[in-house]
Structure formats: structure tokens, C-alpha cells
């Protein structure tokens, strides 16, 4: 990690400092610029190759659909990989493709079935990347410049949202869509650069990696146990179920109810990207004063404004200030979300927690824009807009019950408070499952208090892991209570030692303060037995 950075808080910019984050920054712009020529090249062009609406829809249908089917994958393969070589190796995959569509387009052989089989292998590369991409910046910045290097990610795609579909439609009125896709391929070596120049320290571990299977079965006990995650998912679900009603249909409003230009429209994505880097820039000191939930809420309620008055206007004039208030807003949820969703996890299963968080963005934002179209369809533009305003504020509710969380970076650290079994060297390392119980000697008045605290303990060993537990009471000796969990081979024990940060250090003491004095808290390790 770069050490260059003192008190970056205080600046929006001061993430690039970082020479390795300045660098994977501005390639990552660069790339998504040629991102954003490559979808307006490739629906372009199957407009030439065939006269369906439908095949023209399949094209995007083509380049989203591997991010539903491999976003969970990604994540596991990110967190068990060497992140640098894994991205190198989806970069030089994703700019073969690249490659292959210019000359194809170029020669004149390409034909409807390979646009779209093309199309959905640069899926798979964009599916493959974006966990990895996500976990990189903790790496490579300071904790205190996070929030910054996040809205800086956040405003990096924006820009590239506002110049790769203007500057793709120049390139394809000069020259075709061949061109759209060659530039797509020079793209992703300038990432490929960036990542060549970091020199990224492998992490020390003597456990060998996690195979892919378990690795996914690891990360979905997580999600499923890990409530400040689950905060940032439901946050996610309630923003972005209504506001995807803004972006999804704002050109029906510039071509159908106002009769506008493709320059119309172009304007005011570009009004959008200036919201947006206005937005960055304050970022971190709105945060740094009001705290990441309070900013959500009321950039939530201010995207809530900017739906209603795209309900109601018509008037050029008034739409320009709109979108500059949508960017602003758009930024501050996105960032505050992908911000809260990195530093809520520790570093073991961050890709991973990223790809649910990617799956669950990506999910909302397509059921609200289809759902918002077809209440265009039926009814009016008007009751879209008005009813994705009216849903994103009652999503607000949900901050009663999942505020986003606050982390500590300490609290994340591992504890490495438990200390290792005595065994058999001999013992085969893929033996299980293991069944692990902790004997407690617990007064009787105490025992209220201790069950509501193993509460805690419950979810903390099933997200680090475990697969079963349980609490049980002695029949005959009341005060004994024995906890048991199960985990599903011995090395995956060994990773559970390693998994416990400081935070759940202190859960555990706060279930053993209610031990009884001068009574040790007896742990046993019972293995299946041998198969063979």
C-alpha cells in the first residue's frame, strides 16, 4: 500500500497521490470510455446486420446476462487469487475479443450469431473483472482516503459515461463501428500498463488457497449471516428499485414528449457526469460531517426530487439543472453504498461480499428499469417518473431497521486470539466435517443475559464458516450450557482461526463475561471419523 497519504480526508483528490491508484485510475477511465463506444459500435451495427428489434435488445441482453451468471464465481476467484494476474488475465482476454470484433467488422464477416456470441464473451470479462476491480482500492490507498478513492471510481465512470457514447458516435459517422471496437482494444492495454506497474506484495499464508466451490459456499454463509452487509444490500434494493426509473427512461422523455435531438439527449448525460464530478468533489466533506446514512438519505430524497420534476417538466431549460442535481445525487448514494459495502467486510471475503453487492445493483436497476417501461407502457411517463420518486422515498423507511454500517478499520483486523489445536501430524487436513463445543458454567441469573449474547456469537461463527450450530442446556446440571458448531473439514477449521477479526474477539468476551469465576471455558475438536 502506498504510505504517501496523511489526513487525505481532507480532499476529494487526495487518493492521487497514489501513484499506483493515480495510474489504475486513469487507465480505468480510458477503459470505461471504450466500454461505452464498444456498446454504442456494437448496437450500432447489429442495426446494419439486422432489421429485429429484438436482435438489437439481445445485444445488451447478451453483454449484462454473464454478469447474473458469474458475479458470485468472480467474487470467489478474486479473493483466492493473486488479484494483479487474475485482472491481467481478464484484461488481455476481454481486449482478444476486443480485437477479434474490429477485424471481423472490419472484413466484413461478421454476421448477427457472432456479434452476439462476441458480445456476451466481453460479458464474461466485464463479469470476471468488476469484483476484482472493486476490492482493489483498500489495497493501494489509505483507509482515510477510501472514501475519496471510491468517489473518485464512482466519478471515473461517469466521465467515461459522458465522453465514450459522444465520442463513439463521431467515430462510427467517420468510419463505422470496426473503429469503435479497435480503440475498445487499446483500451484495455492501458489497463493492462497500469496493473504491469504495480507491484503488488502477495499475502503471506500457510494455509494453501480455497477452491473455487467452497470459496462461494464461504462467501454465501457470509452474506447470509453478516447484518452490516445485508444493510448496504437492502439499501441498495430500496435506492435503486425507483431511481432506475430516471436513466432507463429519459429518452422517451427527450425523443417522444419533448421532441428533442440525439444532441438533446447527449446534453444532458453530459449534465449528468458535471452533477457528478460537482458531487465528488464535496463528497468528503459532506461525509466527513453528516456520516455515509445521513448522506444517503438525503441524496435519496433529492434523486426523489429530481424524478418528480421529470415528471412534470418539458421545459429544456429546467431538465439542464435537473441532471445536474441527478449526477450529484446518483454519485453520493453509489459511492456511500460501494464505500459502506468495502470497509463492512474484512479482507478474506471482500471480493466476494462486492460481487453479491454488483449482483444485487445490477438486479435492481434491470427489475426497476422493466418494471418503469412497462408502466410508461400502459399508463404515462409521467406516472413512471412520479411513481419511481414515491417508491425511492418509501425505501427510506427502510433506514429504520438497516442503517449503513460505520467500521473501524481495527475492528476488521484478524484477532488471531484462538489458539491452535494440539494434534496428530499425521491427521489428514481435508478430514470432516468438525465439530467444535464450547463448555460454559453459567449462573442461573446469568442466563438470560448469556443467551442474548450468544445471539451475536451464532451469527458470528456462521458468517467466519460454519455451517451448523447450536446452544444447549445440561438437563440435569443447569448452570452447563454447550455451544457446537460444525465446520467442514479440519483446514477449513484452521481458516475459521484465521477468519475472527478484533470486532468478534469482543463478541466472544461479551457472551464470556457471564462465566462463572474461577470456571475455564473447556473447547473440544471432534473429528468424523476416517471413511476408509
Same mark, same amino acid.
Given at each position: 500500500m502506498d504510505k504517501t497519504l496523511n489526513n487525505a480526508s481532507a480532499s476529494a483528490w487526495a487518493p492521487l497521490r497514489s501513484t499506483v491508484f493515480r495510474w489504475l485510475w486513469l487507465a480505468s477511465i480510458a477503459s470505461n470510455i471504450g466500454t461505452w463506444m464498444h456498446e454504442v459500435g456494437a448496437g450500432w451495427l447489429m442495426t446494419s446486420l439486422s432489421a429485429s428489434p429484438l436482435a438489437v435488445a439481445m445485444v445488451q441482453v447478451a453483454g449484462a446476462l454473464p454478469i447474473f451468471m458469474l458475479a458470485l464465481p468472480a467474487g470467489a476467484l478474486a479473493d483466492i487469487v493473486d488479484k494483479r494476474?487474475?485482472?491481467? $488475465?481478464?484484461?488481455?482476454?476481454?481486449?482478444?475479443? $476486443?480485437?477479434a470484433l474490429a477485424l471481423l467488422t472490419l472484413g466484413g464477416q461478421m454476421n448477427v450469431t457472432l456479434l452476439l456470441l462476441l458480445t456476451f464473451g466481453m460479458g464474461i470479462g466485464t463479469a470476471l473483472m468488476m469484483p476484482a476491480w472493486s476490492a482493489l482500492a483498500p489495497e493501494v490507498v489509505e483507509r482515510d482516503a477510501l472514501? $475519496?478513492?471510491?468517489?473518485l471510481s464512482s466519478l471515473?465512470?461517469?466521465?467515461?459515461?459522458?465522453?465514450?457514447p459522444a465520442l463513439a458516435g463521431i467515430l462510427v459517422s467517420l468510419s463505422g463501428p470496426w473503429l469503435t471496437f479497435a480503440l475498445n482494444a487499446v483500451s484495455f492495454f492501458a489497463v493492462i500498463g497500469a496493473l504491469l506497474l504495480w507491484k503488488r506484495a502477495p499475502s503471506e499464508t500457510v494455509l494453501p488457497a480455497e477452491r473455487l466451490f467452497g470459496a462461494i459456499r464461504a462467501g $454465501?454463509?457470509?452474506?447470509r449471516s453478516a447484518r452490516p452487509l445485508q444493510a448496504v444490500l437492502v439499501r441498495t434494493v430500496a435506492f435503486f428499485l425507483g431511481a432506475s426509473a430516471g436513466m432507463a427512461l429519459l429518452p422517451v422523455l427527450v425523443r417522444r414528449e419533448m421532441g428533442g435531438t440525439a444532441l438533446d439527449y447527449g446534453i444532458l448525460l453530459g449534465c449528468v457526469g458535471l452533477g457528478a464530478i460537482g458531487g465528488a468533489m464535496l463528497l468528503p466533506r459532506l461525509r466527513a460531517r453528516f456520516g455515509g446514512d445521513a448522506l444517503v438519505l438525503a441524496a435519496s430524497l433529492a434523486y426523489a426530487a429530481v424524478l418528480f420534476g421529470l415528471a412534470w417538466l418539458r421545459e429544456f431549460a429546467w431538465l439542464a439543472p435537473l441532471m445536474l442535481l441527478s449526477g450529484a445525487a446518483w454519485i453520493a448514494v453509489l459511492s456511500s453504498l460501494q464505500l459502506a459495502a468495502q470497509t463492512s467486510v474484512p479482507a478474506w471475503v471482500r471480493a466476494r461480499a462486492l460481487s453479491v453487492y454488483i449482483l444485487v445493483f445490477f438486479g435492481a436497476s434491470a427489475i426497476g428499469g422493466i418494471a418503469w417501461g412497462a408502466l410508461t407502457s400502459h399508463f404515462s411517463l409521467a406516472w413512471a417518473f412520479a411513481g419511481g420518486g414515491a417508491l425511492l422515498v418509501l425505501g427510506l423507511l427502510t433506514r429504520l431497521w438497516f442503517r449503513l454500517p460505520a *467500521?473501524?478499520?481495527d475492528d476488521l483486523a484478524p484477532s488471531l486470539h484462538w489458539p491452535t489445536p494440539i494434534l496428530d501430524e499425521a491427521l489428514d487436513r481435508e478430514r470432516g466435517p468438525v465439530l467444535v463445543t464450547v463448555e460454559y458454567r453459567i449462573a442461573a441469573e446469568d442466563a438470560a443475559a448469556f443467551r442474548l449474547a450468544m445471539h451475536d456469537v451464532r451469527?458470528?461463527?456462521?458468517?467466519n464458516g460454519a455451517f451448523s450450530w447450536a446452544l444447549l442446556q445440561d438437563s440435569e446440571d443447569p448452570s452447563l450450557w454447550q455451544e457446537l458448531f460444525f465446520d467442514e473439514s479440519w483446514l477449513e477449521h484452521l481458516r475459521h482461526?484465521?477468519?475472527? *477479526?478484533?470486532?468478534?474477539q469482543r463478541i466472544e468476551a461479551a457472551a464470556r463475561r457471564y462465566q462463572q469465576p474461577g470456571e475455564p471455558v473447556r473447547i473440544r475438536h471432534l473429528l468424523a471419523a476416517p471413511r476408509h
Amino acid at each position: 500500500m502506498d504510505k504517501t497519504l496523511n489526513n487525505a480526508s481532507a480532499s476529494a483528490w487526495a487518493p492521487l497521490r497514489s501513484t499506483v491508484f493515480r495510474w489504475l485510475w486513469l487507465a480505468s477511465i480510458a477503459s470505461n470510455i471504450g466500454t461505452w463506444m464498444h456498446e454504442v459500435g456494437a448496437g450500432w451495427l447489429m442495426t446494419s446486420l439486422s432489421a429485429s428489434p429484438l436482435a438489437v435488445a439481445m445485444v445488451q441482453v447478451a453483454g449484462a446476462l454473464p454478469i447474473f451468471m458469474l458475479a458470485l464465481p468472480a467474487g470467489a476467484l478474486a479473493d483466492i487469487v493473486d488479484k494483479r494476474r487474475y485482472l491481467l $488475465a481478464v484484461q488481455l482476454w476481454m481486449a482478444a475479443i $476486443a480485437l477479434a470484433l474490429a477485424l471481423l467488422t472490419l472484413g466484413g464477416q461478421m454476421n448477427v450469431t457472432l456479434l452476439l456470441l462476441l458480445t456476451f464473451g466481453m460479458g464474461i470479462g466485464t463479469a470476471l473483472m468488476m469484483p476484482a476491480w472493486s476490492a482493489l482500492a483498500p489495497e493501494v490507498v489509505e483507509r482515510d482516503a477510501l472514501p $475519496a478513492a471510491v468517489a473518485l471510481s464512482s466519478l471515473g465512470v461517469n466521465v467515461a459515461r459522458a465522453i465514450g457514447p459522444a465520442l463513439a458516435g463521431i467515430l462510427v459517422s467517420l468510419s463505422g463501428p470496426w473503429l469503435t471496437f479497435a480503440l475498445n482494444a487499446v483500451s484495455f492495454f492501458a489497463v493492462i500498463g497500469a496493473l504491469l506497474l504495480w507491484k503488488r506484495a502477495p499475502s503471506e499464508t500457510v494455509l494453501p488457497a480455497e477452491r473455487l466451490f467452497g470459496a462461494i459456499r464461504a462467501g $454465501a454463509r457470509y452474506a447470509r449471516s453478516a447484518r452490516p452487509l445485508q444493510a448496504v444490500l437492502v439499501r441498495t434494493v430500496a435506492f435503486f428499485l425507483g431511481a432506475s426509473a430516471g436513466m432507463a427512461l429519459l429518452p422517451v422523455l427527450v425523443r417522444r414528449e419533448m421532441g428533442g435531438t440525439a444532441l438533446d439527449y447527449g446534453i444532458l448525460l453530459g449534465c449528468v457526469g458535471l452533477g457528478a464530478i460537482g458531487g465528488a468533489m464535496l463528497l468528503p466533506r459532506l461525509r466527513a460531517r453528516f456520516g455515509g446514512d445521513a448522506l444517503v438519505l438525503a441524496a435519496s430524497l433529492a434523486y426523489a426530487a429530481v424524478l418528480f420534476g421529470l415528471a412534470w417538466l418539458r421545459e429544456f431549460a429546467w431538465l439542464a439543472p435537473l441532471m445536474l442535481l441527478s449526477g450529484a445525487a446518483w454519485i453520493a448514494v453509489l459511492s456511500s453504498l460501494q464505500l459502506a459495502a468495502q470497509t463492512s467486510v474484512p479482507a478474506w471475503v471482500r471480493a466476494r461480499a462486492l460481487s453479491v453487492y454488483i449482483l444485487v445493483f445490477f438486479g435492481a436497476s434491470a427489475i426497476g428499469g422493466i418494471a418503469w417501461g412497462a408502466l410508461t407502457s400502459h399508463f404515462s411517463l409521467a406516472w413512471a417518473f412520479a411513481g419511481g420518486g414515491a417508491l425511492l422515498v418509501l425505501g427510506l423507511l427502510t433506514r429504520l431497521w438497516f442503517r449503513l454500517p460505520a *467500521t473501524q478499520v481495527d475492528d476488521l483486523a484478524p484477532s488471531l486470539h484462538w489458539p491452535t489445536p494440539i494434534l496428530d501430524e499425521a491427521l489428514d487436513r481435508e478430514r470432516g466435517p468438525v465439530l467444535v463445543t464450547v463448555e460454559y458454567r453459567i449462573a442461573a441469573e446469568d442466563a438470560a443475559a448469556f443467551r442474548l449474547a450468544m445471539h451475536d456469537v451464532r451469527r458470528m461463527r456462521r458468517r467466519n464458516g460454519a455451517f451448523s450450530w447450536a446452544l444447549l442446556q445440561d438437563s440435569e446440571d443447569p448452570s452447563l450450557w454447550q455451544e457446537l458448531f460444525f465446520d467442514e473439514s479440519w483446514l477449513e477449521h484452521l481458516r475459521h482461526h484465521g477468519r475472527v *477479526t478484533r470486532a468478534e474477539q469482543r463478541i466472544e468476551a461479551a457472551a464470556r463475561r457471564y462465566q462463572q469465576p474461577g470456571e475455564p471455558v473447556r473447547i473440544r475438536h471432534l473429528l468424523a471419523a476416517p471413511r476408509h
